[in-house]
């Protein structure tokens, strides 16, 4: 409550990221829908702190499947049809080709589906990582994700918008 106060204020996006370790993103999702009926407010999800069995997130970098990632969005799609609410903004993740199958996932209308190539490195890397999944996943919005700690050679904003094509959404963190 008061995160989406604070991002009211200043009218923004109160934007929900999901590092659901053992359990599932449509659990966690669920368990949010009172915040997720607000217009304001968004959701990304985080593949990479998604694990299983004895995994322990932060150890194993983590994965999830188009199958699960299609039932989130599609609840989510029906809250946001159920409610009247305006198009909300949903992000996945992604920095490894593994991480999630783009292939397999479902566009939903109701959502503003945004492809985030996420990770933290240099810049060649990080450029390189975001020509292949904006090349494997032409018909989702894409995004882009900066680290002011961990990038080496943090790429100015400038720099960011003269990727082609360029981001629909950048995140810095």
């Known amino acids: 409550r008061r995160y989406l106060r604070a991002a009211r204020r200043r009218q923004m996006l109160l934007l929900l990221d999901i590092q659901p370790g053992r359990s599932d993103f449509f659990t966690e999702t669920t368990r949010l829908e009172r915040w997720l009926r607000e217009p304001d407010v968004g959701l990304a999800l985080d593949p ?14 983590g994965h999830v499947d188009a199958r699960e990632v299609n039932a989130t969005s599609a609840w989510l799609a029906q809250l946001v049809a159920r409610h009247r609410l305006p198009q909300k903004l949903f992000i996945v993740h992604q920095f ?9 996932l479902k566009r939903r209308d109701e ?13 060649p890397v990080k450029v ?28 100015t904003p400038a720099a960011v918008l003269r990727l082609r094509p360029a981001p629909d959404v950048v995140v810095y963190e």
Do not use: C
């Open 48 to 61: 990479e702190w998604r694990v299983t069995g004895s995994e322990v997130p932060g150890q194993v970098i």
């Open 96 to 104: 490894t080709d593994d991480m999630v199958d783009d292939t397999q």
């Open 111 to 123: 959502l503003a589906m945004v492809l985030n190539a996420d990770g933290f490195g240099t810049r």
């Open 128 to 155: 390189s990582k975001y020509r292949a999944f904006t090349r494997a996943a032409r018909s989702f919005h894409q995004g882009f994700k900066l680290f002011y700690q961990e990038d080496v050679g943090l790429m």
